[in-house]
């Protein structure tokens, strides 16, 4: 079994930074390609970044490219999201996600591809 925590999340001002981690526990961290998705209240949960297991590959979602990155540190067990220029509308609800993946640069990019996730962090960024 896979257990992932997020942590990093609160609350910012528009215009400012957060940078949210995922630590992965129960396999071996460097199997797995992982994503990051959020949920805000009332929406369903909308994909914002994947990194392969190697980390060769990125990609994310048209509305954060640009102000987020995606990394990851197979050493630490750890994946992270950087978000940078943060707007109102990134308040929600941030899950990671971890998939089993056979192809080192492999990414997923919908919610149902992947079998573990966290708990989630909020973040509310304030207008």
């Known amino acids: 079994q896979v257990q992932l925590v997020e942590s990093g999340g609160g609350l910012v001002q528009a215009g400012g930074s957060l940078r949210l981690s995922c630590a992965v526990s129960?396999?071996?961290?460097?199997?797995?390609?992982m994503g990051w998705f959020r949920q805000a209240s009332g929406e369903e949960r909308e994909f914002v970044a994947t990194?392969?297991?190697?980390?060769?590959?990125?990609h994310y979602a048209g509305s954060v490219k640009g102000r987020f990155t995606i990394s990851r540190d197979n050493a630490k067990n750890t994946v992270y999201l950087q978000m940078n220029s943060l707007k109102p509308e990134d308040t929600a609800v941030y899950y990671c996600?971890?998939?089993?993946?056979?192809?080192?640069?492999?990414?997923?990019?919908?919610?149902?591809?992947?079998?573990?996730w966290g708990q989630g962090t909020h973040v509310t960024v304030s207008s």
């Open positions: 996600a971890a998939e089993l993946s056979t192809y080192i640069s492999a990414t997923y990019y919908a919610p149902y591809e992947y079998d573990y």
């Open positions: 129960g396999r071996t961290f460097s199997n797995y390609a």
């Open positions: 990194i392969s297991r190697g980390g060769d590959s990125t």
